[in-house]
């Protein structure tokens, strides 16, 4: 329980004394991350979203998107996605929850950074993790199972042969890493007998649900700072861990959610990069210049927590927007947030760094 939420027994008192009642336990379960996003905007000094350039963003945005036919099939058209063979296939389930466990801060700290190969290719940031699991796969390697992970065969030294890199270049944190798949399996076999598929059944098709689920019972799914004198809470590898289930699985089987709109923008530092260079978010002088100049801002500083809370909360107006122009089309935070990650690796491929610069954290958290 966050510091800043008032003693249950005292809520209930106030609750009574107010004729309000009980809190209704089978109220739908909400992720809270909009209202974090809402108390970041409203407190943020050093981050804004420009109105002018949220609403050109709208336009641009789904004139791509419907020229494009984006959907969540998208997910699965790339080369380094699974394929679900069905709608409870456990390997894509596993794949995906790893991925998902392990999806943070492949930012370079060289000029190469880090570089898997693997089918011919050479794969760099999220793909360079895709690509290694692939690879360990291929090898025998069994990295995306939880009772793997909790067995005494798994050994930093495994990792470390998994994220081999091609360059002189290490992946960041990997004894993070390492801890986390520790850590996940501990908590699979105390709560779910070691299945993916008793947690994910575990939430009742509710999106939310599960990302509350993620948040309460693994510590390394709890992306949640101090900001402004409140806990507020971003969640961003729950959220896109249940999106990518949701897209891999094209909604059905595991990838079923009655409230699947209820996920927002998955705070990374890609997205926040495409905002800033459509005009929809601006930055103060200050930190523009740091962020220009590459300079890293440490996690939990109050530029970081700002950056992350306004994109998710100009995602959310873009998709508002959207909807208001256009009442049929049929968008949601996700698909928005997933056609702008996108859209960033195909404009880096002609971009220096110089000229398309992201805030570099050094994160579990994305
Ligand atoms: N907001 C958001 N952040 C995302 C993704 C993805 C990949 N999602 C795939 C699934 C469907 C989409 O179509 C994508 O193909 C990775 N990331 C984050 O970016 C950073 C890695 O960046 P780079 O080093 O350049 O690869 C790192 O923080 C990572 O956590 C996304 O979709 N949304």
Redesign the pocket.
Known sequence: MSDDEADPELLALLRAHLGLGPRDPTAPPETRVLQSAEYIVDNAVDVALDMIGTRNAATLIYEQMQAKLYSFK??SE?EMHPKASGPRDVKTLEFVFTVDLL?????PEGEEGFVVEYKGGRW????SLCAALWRALDEGTPITCPDYWHSEDFTFEVLENVFRSATKEPLPLLQERFDFLKQASEVLCKEYDLSLVNLIEDANHSAAGLVNLLADKFACFRDETRFERKTVRLLKRAQ?FVA?IW?AFEGEGFGRFEDIDKIT??A????PQMLHALGALTYSPPLEDAIKRKQEIAPGHSWEVQIRGCSIWCVESIRKLIIRQNPEASVNAILI??FL??T??EI?KNATEEQFPHHRTRSVW?
């Not at 760099?124 to 793909?127: A, E, H, L, V």
């Not at 990374?268 to 997205?271: E, G, I, K, N």
């Open positions: 998208k997910w790339h999806n943070f801060c492949f930012w760099s940031g999220y793909w896109i990518d897209a923008m998955f990374d530092y890609r997205v947030d997933y990650y996108d960033v690796k880096e994305y």
